[in-house]
């Protein structure tokens, strides 16, 4: 079944920790996408990723990490610096053209910190 | 800078009313404009491009370049558009980067 597989689907974290979440996609698409989702602030680009081994920031970057080591993978890292953890996080994937708008999202992660 | 703004959070019709969904954007070059919906428990998916011209659902989107708005409209709501709508952007020199607005949640009463 092919398509973006995100987890855990649900993750509960103490202040001062890091925690990373896992997306995976067999869709072979280059280009992946971190996205965070909150009530009436909408979608707002955390990182994003082209092509293996390069990514770029987003929005707001700042407390997360990502790496891009393997074409079907791109975990986020949310570290202890990110002031404001608790969302629900969507991963993303792209193939086609580099303007091509069309992104398949996964089910999502939704994280709390305590 | 692109920027995204849709200005209902909440928009409420009922079933065979019609529904204009609101969508200004900001791009100083040529964007390519989107809209996504998000039924519930569903994962968030591409409901129409406006490259495309085509109408999904019953639902169709015009890009006004003068007004910088691309809203998405239908004649007839139906029970089964209550959703989350997003509006989305992409620029020419964005390299891929899509900017979404804060979206629009449909909720058609019987």
């Known amino acids: 079944d092919g398509g973006i597989t995100q987890s855990p689907k649900y993750l509960f974290r103490k202040e001062g920790q890091n925690v990373t979440l896992s997306c995976e996609q067999n869709l072979n698409h280059d280009a992946m996408y971190w996205y965070r989702q909150d009530p009436g602030q909408g979608l707002r680009l955390i990182y994003y990723s082209q092509i293996v081994n390069d990514f770029q920031k987003g929005d707001i970057a700042e407390g997360y990490s990502v790496s891009r080591e393997k074409k079907e993978s791109f975990p986020l890292t949310v570290t202890s610096a990110q002031k404001n953890p608790t969302a629900f996080y969507l991963c993303?994937?792209?193939?086609?053209?580099?303007?091509?708008?069309?992104?398949?999202f996964g089910e999502g992660s939704r994280l709390t910190v305590l | 800078a692109q920027r995204v703004t849709q200005p209902e959070k909440l928009l409420s019709v009922f079933k065979g009313a019609p529904v204009e969904l609101k969508c200004n954007y900001s791009y100083s070059g040529s964007p390519e404009l989107f809209w996504y919906v998000q039924y519930s428990r569903q994962r968030l998916q591409l409901l129409l491009r406006?490259?495309s011209r085509e109408s999904i659902k019953g639902f169709t989107a015009d890009l006004n370049k003068g007004e910088t708005s691309f809203h998405l409209k239908k004649p007839f709501a139906q029970e089964e558009d209550s959703a989350m709508y997003y509006c989305a952007l992409i620029g020419g020199t964005s390299y891929g980067k899509l900017t979404f607005g804060q979206g629009t949640i449909l909720t058609v009463h019987p």
């Open positions: 993303a994937s792209r193939g086609g053209n580099i303007n091509s708008g069309e992104l398949f």
């Open positions: 406006h490259i």
